[in-house]
């Protein structure tokens, strides 16, 4: 055998465990994408779903807070409501019934009457404070 023999069938056996590594590596790559496949097949059947009822879930609170949005706007129309009618009574009322009192009291103290809540202190004159006893008594 000469040298180029030789050298060809190095060359020819390199050849050959290159295919063979080659051969292998696309073998194992195959399994990989097949153990993927499969992986992806088994995530969309639990995956898809969940997703439905994450769908539902989302239309669900979408339609509870319309309501909730609903009772605030009512909410907020009857505490208006409230507001203007407390500014109405008071101004209506509120007024009048002040001059009202503020007459009573001036009347009261024109006819010399304390209004009520006012204390007054009855002293006794000193001349009635004599013999005849302590007031209440008949003697």
């Known amino acids: 055998m ?15 465990i290159l295919v063979s590594f080659l051969a292998l590596a696309l073998v194992r ?13 088994r995530i969309t059947e639990q995956a898809v779903p969940l997703l ?13 807070l319309a309501r909730v949005d609903a009772i ?11 507001s203007a009618l407390s500014t109405t009574v008071s101004s209506t009322f509120g007024g009048p019934l002040v001059k009202v009192a503020a007459f009573g009291y001036g009347v009261r103290r024109a006819l010399g009457r304390p209004g009520p809540g006012v204390v007054v202190s009855r002293t006794v004159p000193p ?5 005849r006893g302590t007031r209440g008594r008949k003697g």
């Open 127 to 131: 001349a009635r404070r004599g013999g």
């Open 52 to 64: 439905a009822d994450a769908s539902d879930t989302v239309r669900s609170a979408h339609t509870q």
């Open 2 to 16: 000469s040298g180029v023999e030789v050298a060809g069938i190095l060359v020819a056996v390199f050849w050959a």
């Open 29 to 41: 790559l195959a399994q990989t994408l097949r153990s993927a496949g499969t992986l992806v097949e």
């Open 72 to 82: 605030a706007a009512d909410v907020q129309e009857v505490t208006a409501n409230a």
